[in-house]
């Protein structure tokens, strides 16, 4: 109860109890970010206006390195890679360079939507054979046998050669100059750096880079990572080759077989990131764009396939008839994810039949409006995890939907000598169990959570957007996607109002659902009699106080020629425009 609800409970503590109560519900029901001015009951800022350019990041001095690229006449490509780089620097428990890279682009001078898959593979020297002669069910979390080839700086490259306008110098070297002299960790970031230093002190690197003095940083202490800022120097100077196959690449290879692992220089030398087609499905006039696997992007399109053969406006926000349609929703999109998503150069996935409407109708006539699905699974055809996702527009008409990860938040912990970042842990994400689409394979890339993600109507750009924290990502997309156009939220607005998550419901092995699985409630917004119902309906219900991913968005305007701008409020950083 809140201050004001003691308030009136001691002046009038008998008459006016019933009063008390049923204040005190709506109090709990609506969210704790209320602006009556504006008329958006989810809305914890306005949002962001921008004529020229737009900028949305997860850290306030990312945030304004990229929109300076933009003044300076880069490229949304250009202000992009120098926000994510910056991320890389001041948000390392989310992204950096040891991670991959997923990007959506809308091109204005081809007036086409281009996708980057800039994910790594897994060691050519490395068998599945080895890891069930040392006992291994699972591939450890983090360590060096975690580690797949970081595709980061090969999807800037690619990004900067066919996109790019300033030199690269330009957009590390504010990057290089904040990692030389220093910069104040930002609350949230800081928290999770701590956190994350739980299980990784244990790395002699990660101590000496990450821990300086024997911890982490507090929020407002300066932060200096010089070994980084020599490593993108040798970036600027040597191109990409630096990384993949010179210093950096020795260094990677030294470290990581020093920590019993397998990545060689030679992965490494033969990492490419891919150019790939994005798909698309239509939501109720909306066409919304996502990457084939070896993402989990289809999720999305499957989800709202299926929410698609449901008048959901009528229900309303927060409902229970809504809420339990989204889970079972999930429910079922998350069983052909376990079943189905995969490397398309190992396994052929069946695209046209997942995201066909006809398919998403026979799904959806297994969702009981009374009762929860407790078994299911995959139709006929993480663990754990951390982010960043930005997105850039420009002048020129171009926009970018970029995300960025080490997987685990700060990654495996191997932090290659002399480097200054942590090497990625989405090896992990492998199955050791043989014959399955993900099963682990040496150069193969494995299941990716990343989902950048984008909106057209009538062929033209409309919303870049995209929600970070890893298995959260297509419930925190699709949810955004229904507040818009459903609920017809504004930008700030759909991404400020209380989300759900849903743990669990589909084994490693996609062969079933084993359980329930657990809805997790714990922002506001949602009426204590409704989550009741939803637990006499057979829900189980959790709270938590984070796990609800971190939104970005931009939207373009095209009769005023305005960028509209919003950030997520649970993080650090903030949307500007010029």
Not at 318 to 333: D, I, N, R, W
Not at 341 to 365: F, G, I, M, T, W
Not at 478 to 502: P, S, T
Not at 538 to 556: F, P, S, T, W
């Amino acid at each position: 109860m809140n201050d004001f609800s003691k308030y009136i409970s001691v002046r009038i503590p008998f008459a006016g109890i019933l009063t008390v109560l049923l204040v005190t519900m709506l109090v709990n029901h609506l969210p704790a970010q209320v602006r009556y001015n504006s008329g958006r009951y989810f809305s914890s800022r306005s949002e962001a206006l921008g004529e020229h350019g737009m900028v949305c990041t997860s850290q306030p001095l990312a945030t304004q390195v990229g929109l300076e690229i933009l003044k300076k006449g880069g490229t949304a490509m250009d202000a992009a890679i120098a926000a994510n780089a910056m991320l890389g620097l001041t948000e390392p428990t989310g992204n950096g360079i040891g991670g991959d890279i997923f990007a959506i682009v809308w091109d204005a001078k081809s007036q086409k939507i281009i996708g980057l898959n800039g994910s790594g593979r897994s060691p050519q020297s490395l068998k599945i054979s080895w890891f069930k002669e040392h006992g291994m069910k699972m591939i450890p979390s983090y360590g060096a046998l975690s580690v797949s080839v970081p595709g980061c700086v090969d999807g800037w490259y690619m990004l900067h050669n066919r996109f790019g306008k300033l030199p690269m110098d330009q957009l590390l070297n504010p990057t290089i100059e904040y990692a030389t002299n220093g910069f104040p960790v930002t609350e949230v970031i800081a928290n999770s750096w701590k956190k994350y230093a739980g299980s990784l002190n244990k790395y002699e690197g990660y101590r000496r880079v990450y821990m300086p003095g024997g911890k982490t940083p507090a929020m407002g202490e300066i932060f200096r990572n010089p070994e980084l800022a020599n490593t993108l120097q040798l970036l600027v100077k040597g191109g990409r080759d630096a990384f993949y196959k010179g210093p950096v690449a020795n260094a990677i290879e030294k470290t990581v077989h020093a920590e019993g692992g397998f990545l060689a220089q030679s992965d490494l030398a033969a990492h490419q990131g891919q150019w790939v087609e994005p798909v698309s499905v239509n939501y109720r006039g909306y066409d919304v764009w996502e990457l084939p696997p070896n993402t989990q992007g289809l999720a999305v399109l499957e989800m709202l396939n299926i929410l698609e053969q449901f008048d959901i406006t009528s229900m309303g926000f927060g409902s229970l008839e809504y809420t339990h349609l989204f889970v079972e929703a999930k429910k079922l999109a998350f069983e052909d994810r376990a079943r189905y998503y995969a490397d398309p150069d190992y396994y052929n996935v069946p695209l046209k039949a997942l995201l066909s409407k006809q398919y998403a109708a026979q799904r959806s006539r297994l969702i009981n409006p009374e009762k929860v699905l407790d078994s299911l699974y995959p139709g006929d055809m993480e663990r754990f995890g951390n982010t960043i996702y930005l997105t850039v527009a420009d002048q020129y008409g171009n926009m970018v939907s970029l995300i960025q990860s080490n997987f685990a938040g700060m990654g495996s912990g191997i932090i290659p000598d002399g480097c200054g970042f942590s090497l990625q842990n989405r090896g992990c994400s492998f199955n050791l169990t043989e014959g399955l689409p993900n099963s682990y394979a040496p150069g193969k890339r494995p299941f990716h959570t990343l989902i950048p993600a984008f909106v057209t109507k009538n062929n033209k750009p409309l919303i870049s957007f995209g929600v970070m924290g890893a298995d959260m990502q297509p419930l925190g997309q699709v949810q955004v996607l229904v507040n818009l156009i459903d609920f017809k939220m504004g930008l700030q607005e759909a991404g400020d109002a209380a989300r759900i998550n849903h743990i669990g419901s589909s084994t490693p092995e996609g062969i079933g659902a084993k359980g329930k699985g657990t809805i997790f409630l714990e922002e506001g917004g949602f009426s204590p009699m409704v989550v009741a119902r939803l637990q006499r309906m057979g829900h189980l219900i959790g709270h938590d106080l984070g796990g609800y991913g971190g939104y970005q968005a931009i939207m373009l305007d095209s009769v005023n020629h305005v960028f509209h701008g919003a950030s997520e409020f649970r993080k650090d950083g903030y949307a500007a425009g010029y």
